[in-house]
């Protein structure tokens, strides 16, 4: 491909500025959102979205059960467009991430959602999309147009978004001052050396990602990030379940990218890193304290939740160079298409 920098690279670069226009542009929204919180009271939050938007929900799920202690469950777009199951959400909010708000199977699960009683809320960045129109409450990503098929922008927009739900429902003043701080500190990813990084992902034939708490969902989008784009196998898992059955794998030189912020989960994190590499993994981790191994030092929003988005900043700039390294073309990954209709 030509030396023309890509759309991915050129869109994940845009994310600091996409973050800042949200939180300021949606503060409506978000004080809707938390009225509508205090007015029903739910037990339980739940979600719907496929791919890298699943992944955001995911940063959701954790982020509010640490936060607020009510549950987030995800359900499956499936329920309602294949298997045709109603759904028991009185008085529930169900909300549904998308970057096109397009997909019909997400759509009737919005519907599905709202028959049984849910106030429906659509997190999308195509505001005049199906799902933004049939749905109670708009949240707009305010990402504009993305069109590298590697989500980027849109899905830090969306975690960033699902994090201005978060702090705007719990009252957690560190939570908004490390969201007000965000932008910042994506911006002073630029220019971070990553090169040892993308030697052992160059080099590597598979790979996992891992994390804890709301890292957990960004190890899961940089495990898709290396399969999409740079057709590198990879596999996301808790920092604590890989220390179970995956370990197995685990050999001299197999590469683990883990991303440890300084949260309450950090020692946690450090030693489960030091006994993978005495079985001889390469760590590679993403973290605002130190760590052995390839450590990539990451700014910070002073808050640990928040700070796995800033890593995967920096990681996508990585996946972009690893896959242009091994030739292929990040922004048209063979077999994908950037909008994907499924039922």
Do not use: W
Not at 138 to 159: C, D, H, Q, R, W
Not at 213 to 231: M, V, Y
């Amino acid at each position: 491909m030509s030396e023309t920098q890509s759309l991915m690279l050129t869109e994940a670069g845009q994310s600091p500025d996409v973050v800042a226009t949200l939180l300021e542009k949606e503060k409506p929204v978000f004080a809707e959102i938390a009225k509508l919180f205090s007015s029903t009271r739910p037990s339980m939050i739940t979600t719907a979205a496929r791919g890298s938007s699943d992944h955001a929900a995911t940063f959701f799920k954790y982020l509010f059960e640490i936060s607020h202690g009510v549950p987030v469950a995800s359900v499956g777009p499936s329920i309602a467009s294949v298997y045709g199951a109603p759904l028991h959400l009185k008085g529930g909010i169900h909300f549904t991430v998308s970057q096109s708000g397009g997909s019909p199977d997400i759509v009737a699960l919005q519907a599905a959602a709202k028959q049984g009683g849910a106030t429906t809320i659509a997190v999308v960045n195509v505001t005049d999309s199906p799902l933004a129109k049939e749905a109670d409450i708009v949240l707009g990503l305010n990402a504009g147009p993305e069109k590298s098929v590697a989500a980027t922008k849109s899905f830090i927009a969306s975690a960033a978004a699902l994090a201005g739900v978060t702090a705007a429902i719990s009252g957690d003043q560190a939570l908004a001052a490390g969201l007000a701080k965000l932008p910042e500190a994506l911006a002073a990813t630029s220019g971070i050396d990553g090169k040892a990084a993308e030697d052992v992902l160059f080099n590597a034939s598979s790979l996992y990602t891992g994390g804890r708490g709301p890292a957990f969902a960004i190890a899961l989008e940089a495990a898709l990030k290396a399969k999409e784009t740079s057709g590198l196998h990879a596999e996301a898992f808790s920092l604590a379940e890989l220390m179970h059955g995956p370990m197995r794998l685990v050999q001299p030189g197999f590469p683990i990218v883990a991303f440890a912020p300084d949260d309450a989960a950090f020692a946690n994190n450090a030693k489960a890193l030091e006994r993978l590499q005495k079985l001889g993994a390469t760590a590679v981790s993403f973290s605002t304290a130190a760590l052995p191994g390839i450590n990539l030092r990451m700014p910070t929003t002073g808050n640990g939740l928040l700070d796995p988005l800033v890593s995967l900043l920096c990681y996508y700039r990585l996946a972009e160079s690893v896959t242009r390294r091994k030739g292929f073309d990040p922004d048209k990954p063979a077999n994908l298409l950037k909008v994907t209709e499924t039922m």
